[in-house]
């Protein structure tokens, strides 16, 4: 299960021009994932509140003075590119991490190991584990702008994952594991299912990843504990998860106060709980009866229609309430995103669409969001990403297909001793004398001119 918590504040909602992606980025490599991360409100107060205090101008000048959390504070700006110009490079950017963090990188060059470390001002174990998380980040990120990145040759050769490997590695043996971690732990495990290759065997990255298969096999554990505890609190007591009784929607919730129950006259054990106004309305066709105290000898049977346009089938009913429940969902205006105030937490959950994660789920969470931003989530994961990833699975397969014809391999035995033998490849090469295909053959070859 893969959870994902969106309580994004209507109010700080992009208050500054790509806010969004620095209260993420902040999330995912400032803080551990085994304490409690702040509330995602706290964190865009206090991202807001540093934008003001410090803008660009002290940003820049705090560099210039080595201040480490000024230093920090612009690498995570710039690479969001939040209220900071593009005036400093990603590699610029990468130089000052690496400098935070206090370690020689094994990739730089004899040189550069050899050259003074730079003092840098106010800095602290937490703020070096943190300068080791954002490096990993930005690798690990910049893998995926790579051409054919989605191939095992890219990967297995791509000097960006060997340094978020290096990075994310270091990190967790110091004592941090934020949320990249786990992402690029997660990642390297995939790629058994993907390619067959069990990365722990890798010799391009032995050595690398030993504390990040330590920090996954606790989240494991972690994991497999927290399954028990609900599975006991689920017996011990009532279902801790409620579904909104309307057909298609799916929302769900492990607390009763987020939905609201209806409030007729109906008996409390037929009473449903609706995530809004709009699913209650739709499903009244269905509820009513029951509702306004109707027993089912009083309904009255129709033996025969006449076709009249003022009797509609209850199978006809149901299945355009659906049918509109899926398509009114693909349009949804701007103050149908959010809640009016803050609530109760609700979740849906859909399979993942990945081809490599099968039989794997991921959980929408929120206290801000709407039922209906929900279903609209629940319904593109389930209808409209799939088809794009089947469609770009077989663009990668036609493309490596036409990179296979096009490699002509010939082997060939090569005697190395008495008794070891080695085999060589190198692509056959086209003779010159062959013509083109589809030009005419020269009749007149080996005669002279004249004929």
Same mark, same amino acid.
């Given at each position: 299960?893969?959870?994902?918590? @969106?309580?994004?504040?209507?109010e700080? +909602?992009?208050?500054?021009?790509?806010?969004?992606? @620095?209260?993420?980025?902040k999330q995912?490599?400032?803080?551990?994932?085994?304490a409690?991360?702040? !509330?995602? &409100?706290?964190?865009?107060?206090?991202?807001?509140?540093s934008i003001?205090?410090?803008?660009?101008?002290?940003? &820049?000048?705090?560099?210039?003075? =080595?201040?480490?959390?000024?230093?920090?504070?612009?690498?995570?700006r710039r690479?969001?590119?939040?209220?900071?110009?593009?005036?400093l490079?990603i590699? *610029?950017?990468?130089?000052?991490?690496?400098?935070?963090?206090? $370690?020689?990188?094994?990739?730089?060059?004899?040189?550069e190991?050899?050259r003074t470390?730079?003092? /840098?001002?106010?800095?602290?174990?937490r703020?070096?584990?943190?300068?080791?998380?954002?490096?990993?980040?930005?690798? +690990?990120?910049?893998h995926f702008?790579l051409?054919? *990145?989605?191939?095992?040759y890219?990967?297995a050769?791509?000097e960006?994952?060997?340094?978020?490997?290096?990075?994310?590695?270091?990190?967790?043996?110091?004592?941090l594991?934020?949320?990249?971690?786990? %992402?690029?732990?997660?990642?390297?495990?995939?790629?058994?299912?993907?390619?067959?290759? !069990? /990365?722990?065997?890798?010799?391009?990255?032995?050595g690398?990843?030993?504390a990040?298969?330590?920090?996954?096999a606790?989240?494991?554990?972690r994991?497999?504990?927290?399954?028990? !505890?609900?599975?006991?609190k689920r017996?011990?007591t009532?279902? !801790?998860?409620?579904?909104?009784?309307?057909?298609?929607?799916?929302v769900?919730?492990?607390?009763?106060s987020?939905? %609201?129950a209806?409030?007729?006259?109906?008996?409390?054990?037929?009473?449903?709980?609706?995530?809004?106004?709009?699913?209650?309305?739709?499903?009244?066709?269905?509820?009513?009866?029951?509702? &306004?105290g109707?027993r089912?000898?009083?309904? /009255?049977?129709?033996?025969?229609?006449?076709d009249?346009?003022c009797?509609?089938?209850s199978?006809? $009913?149901?299945?355009?309430?659906?049918?509109?429940?899926?398509?009114?969902?693909?349009?949804?205006?701007?103050?149908?995103?959010?809640?009016?105030?803050?609530?109760?937490?609700?979740?849906?959950?859909?399979?993942?669409?990945?081809? #490599?994660? %099968?039989?794997?789920f991921?959980?929408?969470?929120?206290?801000t969001? *709407?039922p209906?931003? =929900?279903?609209?989530?629940?319904?593109?994961?389930?209808?409209i990403l799939?088809?794009t990833?089947?469609t770009? $699975?077989s663009?990668?397969?036609?493309?490596?297909?036409?990179?296979r014809?096009?490699? %002509?391999?010939?082997?060939?035995s090569?005697?190395?001793?008495?008794?070891? #033998?080695?085999?060589?490849?190198?692509p056959?090469?086209?003779?010159?004398?062959?013509?083109?295909?589809?030009?005419p053959?020269d009749?007149? &070859?080996?005669?002279?001119?004249?004929c």
């Amino acid at each position: 299960m893969h959870e994902a918590v @969106l309580n994004i504040p209507r109010e700080y +909602f992009a208050a500054y021009p790509n806010l969004d992606n @620095l209260v993420i980025l902040k999330q995912e490599v400032l803080y551990d994932h085994r304490a409690r991360i702040p !509330d995602c &409100r706290a964190i865009y107060e206090q991202s807001i509140r540093s934008i003001k205090e410090y803008p660009y101008e002290k940003l &820049r000048r705090g560099s210039e003075l =080595l201040n480490g959390p000024l230093m920090l504070e612009y690498c995570l700006r710039r690479l969001t590119e939040c209220e900071t110009p593009p005036d400093l490079s990603i590699d *610029s950017v990468l130089e000052m991490l690496e400098s935070l963090t206090g $370690v020689n990188m094994p990739w730089l060059e004899e040189t550069e190991r050899r050259r003074t470390p730079l003092r /840098i001002q106010s800095t602290s174990h937490r703020l070096r584990q943190r300068a080791l998380a954002a490096c990993a980040w930005t690798y +690990f990120s910049a893998h995926f702008s790579l051409p054919h *990145s989605d191939t095992f040759y890219a990967m297995a050769n791509s000097e960006v994952v060997q340094k978020a490997a290096f990075c994310a590695n270091l990190c967790a043996e110091q004592g941090l594991q934020p949320p990249i971690v786990l %992402r690029i732990t997660t990642w390297f495990a995939s790629l058994r299912q993907r390619y067959g290759v !069990d /990365i722990q065997k890798s010799e391009a990255l032995s050595g690398m990843t030993t504390a990040l298969w330590k920090a996954d096999a606790g989240r494991q554990q972690r994991e497999v504990k927290n399954a028990v !505890d609900r599975y006991f609190k689920r017996n011990a007591t009532s279902n !801790d998860v409620y579904t909104c009784a309307a057909a298609g929607c799916h929302v769900q919730t492990a607390h009763k106060s987020a939905f %609201r129950a209806c409030g007729g006259t109906c008996p409390a054990e037929k009473k449903p709980s609706y995530c809004s106004r709009r699913c209650q309305r739709k499903h009244w066709y269905v509820h009513r009866d029951v509702c &306004r105290g109707h027993r089912t000898e009083d309904i /009255i049977t129709v033996a025969n229609d006449d076709d009249s346009s003022c009797w509609v089938d209850s199978e006809s $009913v149901a299945e355009a309430y659906q049918t509109d429940l899926s398509r009114a969902e693909t349009i949804l205006r701007t103050s149908e995103i959010w809640e009016p105030q803050p609530g109760t937490e609700i979740f849906v959950d859909f399979l993942h669409p990945s081809p #490599t994660r %099968r039989k794997e789920f991921i959980r929408i969470r929120t206290r801000t969001l *709407s039922p209906a931003f =929900l279903r609209f989530v629940k319904w593109f994961y389930e209808k409209i990403l799939p088809r794009t990833m089947c469609t770009h $699975v077989s663009e990668v397969n036609e493309r490596n297909a036409k990179a296979r014809r096009r490699l %002509r391999v010939k082997f060939r035995s090569v005697k190395t001793g008495s008794n070891v #033998t080695r085999v060589e490849w190198k692509p056959r090469q086209r003779s010159k004398s062959r013509k083109p295909r589809g030009q005419p053959q020269d009749l007149c &070859r080996g005669s002279t001119p004249s004929c």
